[in-house]
Each structure stands twice: as C-alpha cells, then as structure tokens.
C-alpha cells in the first residue's frame, strides 16, 4: 500500500438518511412539532440513539424518554410519516455528495445505497435528486427489503447484503464466519456513514468506515463503551480525499 494511503478501496457503499441527504434536520422539525404538543423536546442526546435504527425500534427509544405522554407509538408513527412525506421531495442534498457520486460513477468505480430507510421513502426522497441517485442504477437496499432477512444497525446484515446483492462481491453471509478469501473481499470495501450504528456496523462487516457525524453529534457521543473505530472521520464530505482510499484523485479545475 502506498505512504499515505489508509486502504486500497475497490467499491463504496453509502448510507442515505444524514450523509446523502439533509433528511436528520427535518426529522428533528417533525419530530419536535408532535413533542411540542406535550412540551416536549427531542434533544441531541436522544437524537443519536435514533439515528440508523429501524423506524420502530427509533420510535420505541425516542418515546422512551417521555412515559408521562399520552401517546401510542403507533399514532406517533403515523403522524409523523404524513408530515415527512409531505417535507420529503424538498429534501437537499448535503455538501460534497453530488461531486464524490459523479466522481466515482465516472471512474467506473462500484458503489450501492444501504439504507435502513424503507424502500417507499426511499423513493420519496430521492425521486427529485436522480441527478445523483440515478447513477446508481438501482443498487439500493432499504431496511424493508425483507428478502434478505437483516437485522438493523449496528448488526453488519446491511452492507454485506448489498456488497453482495447489488455489487457481486464474495463477502459471505452475516451471520456465518468468513473464510480468508471474504475477509480479503470485505476489506476492499468503504462504507460511508453518519451514524453511530452504521459506523459500527459496517466495521462489524469487516469493511472499512469513513465516519461523518453531524457536529452536533460529536460534541455529545459517548464512544468509551464503543469497541469500533472508524478509520477515518470527516467534518463534511466535502473533505474527502479519495487517493487516500486508492481511488483515482479529483480533476483539479483548470
């Protein structure tokens, strides 16, 4: 491996929701408008045990913190999707994706989505951003896809299901030992994440992490009883280097 390199990466996978797209903002809007009924707020400090989890199991942790409300997960849920849906086909990209997407597309470089949104959001969120999603060609797998039989961040299910689906790559099952030849193939892997589950998870797959967790994240995740590490963290995409991963560098603009 060349000075200077962290990894000699073959194919990226992104997470969506917080690192693809501004989705966490608008989650926290709709999240606080049904909270501010009660006078309630959704601090930072819950947010990040929501981040990467299924819907349900999110909405459990979230209410969770405020047993004195009269209010049934279920009907949060419900609320919540009908005012999401409606904010979902305004949502921005986040900086720097656009230009790493197309980098890589044009580099003929694998990349596949592993999201734990469902596949109907999915689809609402990205339908009015096909300039950048489009490139994937339909290489997704969302949280629903319940033909793989996954388990939710921080299990590894996720990003070994699309390396292998989306992608082709021999990185064996979840939850069977991998042999030298699927470690090798796991280790040619970068997942891209901002969530702390998702960090963990994709290191859980043996692959390498880049981490970009919102500032606001950072300044009140508690990692001491976290055994995963990522291998590199960012502040922005925007930051990112990829002839530290082995791939080809950015055109510098003439």
């Known amino acids: 491996m060349a000075e200077g390199k962290i990894a000699d990466i073959e194919y990226v996978l992104f997470d969506m929701d917080g690192l693809m797209i501004d989705s966490e903002k608008m989650y926290t809007i709709v999240t606080n408008k049904i909270l501010g009924r009660y006078g309630k707020e959704m601090t930072w400090d819950i947010k990040a045990g929501c981040m990467g989890k299924p819907e349900l199991e999110a909405s459990r942790h979230l209410l969770s913190f405020f047993p004195d409300i009269p209010l049934a997960i279920e009907d949060y849920i419900k609320e919540r999707n009908e005012l999401q849906d409606k904010m979902w086909p305004t949502v921005p990209l986040l900086p720097g994706v656009e230009k790493l997407v197309k980098h890589l597309k044009k580099h003929n470089i694998p990349m596949a989505i592993a999201t734990g949104s469902r596949r109907e959001k999915y689809l609402l969120k990205t339908g009015h951003l096909q300039h950048v999603f489009g490139l994937f060609e339909g290489k997704a797998i969302c949280g629903d896809d319940k033909q793989y039989n996954m388990q939710g961040k921080p299990a590894p299910d996720i990003f070994l299901v699309a390396a292998r689906e989306m992608l082709g790559r021999n990185v064996g099952e979840p939850l069977s030992h991998p042999n030298a030849e699927q470690k ?67 055109e510098t603009d003439s």
């Open 184 to 250: 090798s193939e796991r280790l040619k892997g970068l997942v891209l994440e901002d969530g702390m589950p998702g960090m963990q998870a994709g290191k859980r797959a043996g692959m390498n992490v880049l981490w970009v967790p919102d500032p606001n994240l950072r300044a009140i995740e508690d990692v001491s009883g976290v055994s995963e590490t990522a291998d590199q963290i960012l502040n922005s995409l925007e930051d990112f280097v990829p002839e530290q991963w082995g791939l080809p560098p950015y």
